[in-house]
């Protein structure tokens, strides 16, 4: 057989921080976008052996786990290693390499990093992004996010969109091309490329391969604004399983995920400590959504037992949506976003009741920055929300003044495109507001907009 092209063309990934192991990533595919649905990636069908390593040091002189992985057709030659024996709270090295039929190859090396002993009380510093639409600009921010070294990385979903290119995009707006025919994602072999389109990118690859990522998904991971089985289009329940089902494989084969896809299913929502600091509540606000309720039972049952017997000095749910109440005013009298927590207030409700107190709810969702008090329904605090601005994703135009006039717990907006760097510790939880200052070409320079901390479950701006 003919050697084929370097394999590594989507770098690496880990992901799924335990106190003693991680997930590590790679998928093969020396031709990224193969237009072959047979051929994934360029790639022959068959399974090829993947050899991994993990080191204590960046050179990998001091080697401590190792092993061999099976690359498979079925996966699109992802492999996904369950790495443990590892010490906790530990940065670690990584790197992946193939033999016949590349010739010899080894992928860039990627660091990650455990979390803490369950009776820890380090701070966790970390990221929090969401939000990368290719077409919309340049993933500057990732780059930026990689140089931080953040403890984790949570991405809270639009990590990619399905979207075809426009017959007519809007000035400023499609800046750079998505993989041909560049059309609107239907089937497994386009969810596919288009994850490959995004892993194209350096400074996406920087930033998988600097920190281990926390993720869930939104909508455009499969198509906008869906609730469990019913596309926003109201087209037939039976025909879009079938596109959800193949957007939900592609995405696990292109994220540091612990466990697969079983059948329709894959189980995103999630607990993730982080030693006696956090109980980082991973949240799915998609797959299981019908009619006024956003978490399906059973993700809701799991959810209020954990804020209710959390030990931790924080619970934080890591999530996509908008949750605090947001009313936009207008001439007939105010409206609420019913794709975003206010269409689900009683949900929201009881969510807020089991928590109690020294809640942070983390989202994405809206483009823009915002930070805000959250009470329960008799008007006590109960925690707040820091709202993370998109990597590039082009916000809806509304300014936040009018927003910011009518509700009077909404205490910070802005409109960069960014990331959030956070630390929560024993004493105190902190966010700064990164910015770049540009995203439709490449090296804008980053800024920080605003910082907040949180006294008293109530958010309080320091300086910057
Ligand atoms: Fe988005």
Redesign the pocket.
Known sequence: MAKLGYPFTLGVASGEPAPDGVILWTRLAPVPFDPDPARPGGMPARSVPVRWQVAEDPAFARIVRQGTASAAQAWAHSVHVRVDGLRPATDYHYRFSVGAPFGAETSPAGRTRTAPARDSTAPVRFAVA??Q?YEHGHFTAHRHLAAELPDVVFHL??SI?EYGRPAVPKPGRYVRPLEPPERECLSLHDYRNRHARYRTDADLRAAHAAAPWVVTW?D?EVDDNYAGVRPADGSPPAAFLRRRTAAYRAYYEHMPLRVRPVGEELRMYRWRPYGGVADFLVLDARQYRAGADMLGPAQERWLLDRLRSARARWKVLVQPLFFARRAFPGPLGPTFSTDAWDGFAEQRARVLAAAGERLVVLS??V?NNWACDLDDDAGRPVGVEFVGT?IT?APSGAGGGPILAANPHIKFFDDHRGYLAGTAGPAGFEIAYRVVDFVDRPSGQLGTAARFGVREDRVVRLDV
């Open positions: 969401s939000c639409r979903g639009d969109y939104d455009h994405g969702d483009h998109a994703s």
